[in-house]
C-alpha cells in the first residue's frame, strides 16, 4: 500500500464522491415522489392508473438499473430525446426506486387499520383530508424501515453509473487502474469513499427507525 499514492487520489476520488451523491439523492427525492403517488393510486385503486402503475411497478422491479440506463441513454436519442448523462443518472435511479417506493408506501397505507379512515369521515373530515392528516403520517411511521432500506439499495446502484460515462466513484476506481494500475490502493480508496457515503445514513437511519417506533408504541 504506497500511502502518498492515496493521498494523491483522494481529491480525485472526493469529486467523484461528490457527483455520485449528487445523482443519487436527486433520483432518491424522484423516487420517493413517484412512490407516494403510485402508492395513492393503489391505495384509492384509481381506475386506468392503477393498471398503469401496476405495469410499471413489474417492469422496473424485474429489469436491471443497467438495462434501464443504457435504454434511457442510448435509445431515446434515436426518438429525438436527447438527455445528458447526469439527467439520465437520476431519472433512471429515479424510476428504478420509484417502484421499490410504491411499494413500501403501499405496504404502509394498507397496514392502517379501515376503523381510522371510518372514523375520520364519521367526524367529517373529506376523503383528501383523511388521507393527508390521519392515514398517510401513520403509513410513512410504518414504511420507515423500508424506505431506508431502499435509500441505501439505491445509493449503491449509483456504482453502475460508471456504464454511462459518468465520473461516480466506480468509473474514478476503473480508469485510475486502467492508467496506473495501482489495484490496491484504488480499490481501498473506493471502499472507504463508499462507506464515507453509505454509512451516515444507515446510522442516521437507525436512529430515525427507532424514534419511529417509540413514536407508535412508545418503547
Not at 411497478?57 to 442510448?74: K, W
Not at 431506508?148 to 439505491?154: E, R, T
Request: charged share 15%; aromatic share 10%; with cysteine.
Amino acid at each position: 500500500m504506497d500511502i502518498d499514492i492515496l493521498k494523491e487520489y483522494i481529491p480525485l476520488y472526493k469529486e467523484a464522491l461528490i457527483l455520485t451523491l449528487k445523482i443519487g439523492w436527486q433520483g432518491i427525492f424522484l423516487s420517493l415522489i413517484l412512490g407516494l403517488i403510485g402508492a395513492a393510486i393503489l391505495h384509492f385503486k384509481v381506475p386506468v392508473l392503477k393498471t398503469i402503475t401496476g405495469i410499471y411497478i413489474e417492469i422496473f422491479r424485474n429489469t436491471p438499473l443497467l438495462v434501464q440506463l443504457f435504454f434511457i441513454y442510448f435509445a431515446l436519442p434515436k426518438v429525438g430525446i436527447q438527455i445528458t448523462a447526469e439527467t439520465c443518472g437520476v431519472l433512471g435511479l429515479g424510476l428504478l426506486g420509484g417502484a421499490y417506493m410504491i411499494e413500501t408506501f403501499r405496504s404502509g397505507l394498507e397496514s392502517i387499520p379501515t376503523i381510522q379512515t371510518e372514523s375520520a369521515l364519521s367526524l367529517g373530515m373529506t376523503n383528501g383530508q383523511t388521507f393527508y392528516h390521519v392515514i398517510l403520517p401513520q403509513a410513512v411511521s410504518v414504511s420507515v424501515p423500508g424506505l431506508l432500506a431502499n435509500v441505501i439499495f439505491l445509493l449503491k446502484e449509483t456504482s453502475v453509473f460508471s456504464t454511462i460515462s459518468l465520473m461516480d466513484l466506480m468509473f474514478t476506481a476503473k480508469d485510475l487502474i486502467g492508467m496506473y494500475a495501482k489495484t490496491i490502493e484504488c480499490l481501498f480508496l473506493l471502499v472507504v469513499f463508499y462507506l464515507i457515503m453509505l454509512l451516515p445514513v444507515s446510522l442516521l437511519g437507525a436512529i430515525i427507525e427507532r424514534r419511529a417506533r417509540y413514536g407508535q408504541f412508545g418503547d
